[in-house]
């Protein structure tokens, strides 16, 4: 049934071309979805001129840090979950000794790497913060209400590429050249749906607390 | 008469509320089309401003607004109070339908801007990414209103703003007498206080709201003895406009909104006064 993973060119198109087209679309994506926000707000003109770098800063590690807004201390198990979930889902895939050995085989560069076992439970955590934002998801009244397929969809992207990557990396459940290929696939559909999905959010985080913070500075209001 | 005990909405089972009869939203819905109402949706939001695009593409339904709405906490938590409920009663469902709902839907969304949100901006504050749900609920709230559908005394104030600049139907005869008559009044406890009519350069202009003159002209007096035990170099506009409330931006109506603030400000400018200083 397996048969067509054995197949030489599946690996060699997830591991080859898809890999440039996921980047190309990752990256040029991404710079123009922040682009084009940036430039319908310029048309605007009540945006911009109101943006304060001092309260941009601010309201941006206020945000940044747990427990540091009042809502994060209110929601505490979000937030419990959510930091831990953020950090792996950034850091991971850069820092990852795997990663950068494949990085190295390639071009011969490498950096920083996170020790093995820390990058396991890493892995572990985003996996497990993926199950409760599903069930969070079912169960919280309020989340329910407003929750429709495309986030069910959003958090799916996110949770493949983690426990395909953990099950390669202990040679679990499938052959690990299989579960390698499941891996590859995984990574670059979430990284060609960043652009395109919510999970844009990504930067757009940054620009709405830029705004916001900045209407709070305006109002002398606090950030809460 | 049998009464009618709920009103469940026809889209969202969970929106179930006690019927609350208005005639500006029970009437008014009655003469609209759908072509109308398209038409004004997409007036309002087909642009797509980075403002609304920002909060829709960003906003991950977390529903950590939530705990910031009053109208969320005093209801039992009814998840369809939470701002981002709202959201999606209103114009996540607008833009889904590309603008194709019928009059009852504009009711329906009328209901839920107009009487149950008070355009705070504490969900703002509450968001992780700050995004501006409040600025969402003002553009539903500006469909609503270019469609007419705006409840009753929302909609009598607004008028009466743009009518008469106040938005309690004064003129500017009866300001004046309304101010030289307090003037009479406290002159039985203070002998030389003076109410200054359109004293240039002073230091303070007050502008009240538009209710003082009307139903509680004491607290004119009352402002009067205060700015007098203070030494305060005082003054109140002769001209529209006065009333510092504003009445049509609780509906969005942009130009009697603008029409209202430009007013006050160009009052201050007459009188070349240093500070404005508003009841409320």
């Known amino acids: ?224 | 008469m049998a009464v009618e005990e709920k009103v469940v909405s026809r889209e969202f089972k969970e929106y179930v509320r006690k019927p609350n009869p208005d005639w500006g939203l029970d009437e008014t819905i009655k003469g609209l089309t759908p072509e109308k109402i398209e038409k004004t949706i997409k007036a309002v939001i087909g642009g797509r401003s980075a403002r609304i695009k920002g909060v829709i593409e960003t906003c991950i339904h977390c529903a950590l607004c939530a705990e910031a709405c009053q109208w969320y906490l005093s209801n039992d938590k009814d998840p369809t109070y939470a701002p981002v409920a709202k959201m999606r009663m209103t114009i996540w469902e607008m833009i889904k339908r590309d603008g194709k709902v019928d009059a009852e839907f504009i009711k329906q969304c009328a209901r839920i801007v107009f009487t149950e949100c008070n355009i705070c901006h504490r969900c703002s504050m509450y968001c992780p990414y700050g995004l501006d749900i409040t600025f969402i609920i003002g553009m539903v709230r500006r469909i609503c209103f270019l469609l007419g559908v705006v409840p009753q005394r929302m909609i009598d104030q607004a008028y009466a703003q743009s009518t008469t600049l106040n938005q309690v139907w004064l003129s500017q005869n009866d300001w004046i007498d309304t101010i030289q008559w307090q003037e009479d009044e406290v002159g039985v406890d203070f002998k030389d206080l003076r109410i200054p009519i359109d004293k240039e350069g002073a230091e303070v202009m007050w502008l009240p709201l538009g209710a003082e003159p009307k139903t509680g002209p004491y607290h004119i007096e009352r402002t009067a003895k205060i700015m007098y035990a203070a030494g305060v170099d005082w003054t109140v506009p002769g001209k529209d406009v006065w009333d510092s409330s504003n009445m049509p931006m609780f509906i969005r109506d942009f130009v009697t909104m603008q029409r209202i603030v430009r007013g006050l400000y160009e009052n201050a400018a007459r009188l070349r006064i240093k500070k404005m200083v508003l009841t409320e």
Not at chain 1, 27 to 35: D, L
Not at chain 1, 108 to 118: A, H, K
Not at chain 1, 144 to 166: E, N, R, W
Not at chain 1, 183 to 197: A, D, K, N, R, V
């Open chain 1, 1 to 224: 049934m397996l048969d067509f993973v054995r197949d030489p060119s599946l690996y060699n198109f997830v591991r080859g071309p898809l890999v440039w087209i996921a980047f190309l679309v990752f990256i040029g994506g991404s710079v123009y979805k922040v682009r084009s926000l940036i430039l319908m707000a310029k048309a605007e003109k009540v945006v911009l001129p109101f943006i304060n770098a001092k309260a941009t800063v601010r309201s941006l590690l206020h945000w940044l840090i747990p427990f540091a807004s009042r809502n994060l201390r209110l929601n505490w198990i979000v937030t419990v979950f959510t930091f831990p979930f953020h950090i792996g889902l950034v850091f991971l895939p850069i820092f990852l000794l795997a990663h950068n050995v494949l990085i190295y085989e390639s071009w011969g560069i490498s950096w920083w790497t996170l020790p093995e076992g820390l990058a396991d439970i890493m892995t572990i955590v985003v996996i497990v913060s993926c199950v409760f934002f599903f069930f969070r998801r079912i169960f919280s009244p309020k989340v329910k209400f407003v929750t429709f397929a495309s986030d069910y969809l959003i958090l799916i992207v996110t949770f493949f590429p983690f426990l395909t990557g953990f099950l390669a990396y202990h040679q679990w459940l499938l052959p690990h050249k299989t579960m390698g290929i499941l891996h590859m696939l995984f990574g670059e559909i979430m990284l060609i749906s960043i652009p395109f999905t919510r999970l844009t959010h990504m930067f757009y985080f940054f620009l709405s607390r830029a705004f916001m913070g900045s209407q709070f500075a305006l109002w002398h209001s606090r950030d809460w």
